[in-house]
């Protein structure tokens, strides 16, 4: 059974870095799947933020293309965010998450992480 | 982007009624529609994958169907434990995109 754990600040300043980082156990982060980052907010409700293969390839959500930035480091069975220059609408609870992937397709997020409450305030 | 588009935002139901559920896509997908089930202060959990397919230990009473443009989720028979907001997603390309939701309340 795949698990899923976020961790990182709570509390990010505006203009500041959100940095987080998931553990992933129970399987192989060098699977043939695609492990993403979704963030959930009462204003936006589900928004995808990007994904992450373990070659390195990525894919962002254009909204966010431009301060995001998603890793893998395999030796540590992880994978990290950083989004950049955050405000007040970046405030959401962040998910780490599996999209399971064979043979090219993909078949929707199967593992999640429980979730981190990210407050952007001064 | 590929807009998803969910109805009703919200539903009251009792138990053992049926429900349904609707998300249109503003271009096609062929199959690649996922729902999920949310509850409080939870993470969304899979239900059903490319449509119609079931995740592991999803009830019977949960089935999906629909290709191209719209898709529906339909729940007989609810039970107790059904009484959460249901999200579809896309999955036929980047970016992802989700429904706004539907809160499933009990009449």
């Known amino acids: 059974q795949v698990q899923l754990q976020e961790s990182g600040p709570g509390l990010v300043k505006p203009s500041g870095t959100l940095s987080l980082i998931c553990d992933v156990s129970?399987?192989?982060?060098?699977?043939?799947?695609?492990w993403n980052w979704v963030r959930q907010s009462p204003a936006k409700g589900l928004e995808w933020i990007g994904e992450?293969?373990?070659?390195?390839?990525?894919n962002y959500n254009p909204s966010l293309e431009s301060r995001v930035t998603i890793s893998l480091d395999k030796s540590k069975s992880q994978f990290s965010l950083k989004l950049n220059s955050v405000t007040a609408a970046d405030t959401a609870v962040y998910y780490c998450?599996?999209?399971?992937?064979?043979?090219?397709?993909?078949?929707?997020?199967?593992?999640w992480g429980q979730g981190i409450l990210v407050t952007v305030s001064s | 982007d590929i807009q998803v588009t969910q109805s009703p935002s919200s539903l009251s139901a009792s138990v053992g009624d049926r429900v349904t559920i609707t998300c249109r896509t503003s271009?096609?997908?062929?199959?690649?529609l996922n729902w999920y089930q949310q509850k409080p202060g939870k993470a969304p959990k899979l239900l059903i994958y490319?449509?119609?397919s079931f995740q592991g230990g999803v009830p019977a009473r949960f089935s999906g169907s629909g290709s191209g443009t719209e898709f529906t989720l339909t729940i007989t028979s609810l039970q107790p434990e059904d009484f959460a907001t249901y999200y579809c997603?896309?999955?036929?390309?980047?970016?992802?995109?989700f429904g706004q939701g539907t809160k499933l309340e009990i009449k």
């Open positions: 998450a599996r999209d399971f992937c064979s043979g090219g397709s993909c078949y929707g997020i199967d593992f």
């Open positions: 129970g399987g192989s982060i060098s699977s043939d799947n695609w």
């Open positions: 992450i293969y373990h070659r390195g390839n990525t």
């Open positions: 271009q096609s997908i062929s199959r690649y």
């Open positions: 490319t449509a119609s």
């Open positions: 997603q896309q999955s036929y390309t980047t970016p992802r995109t």
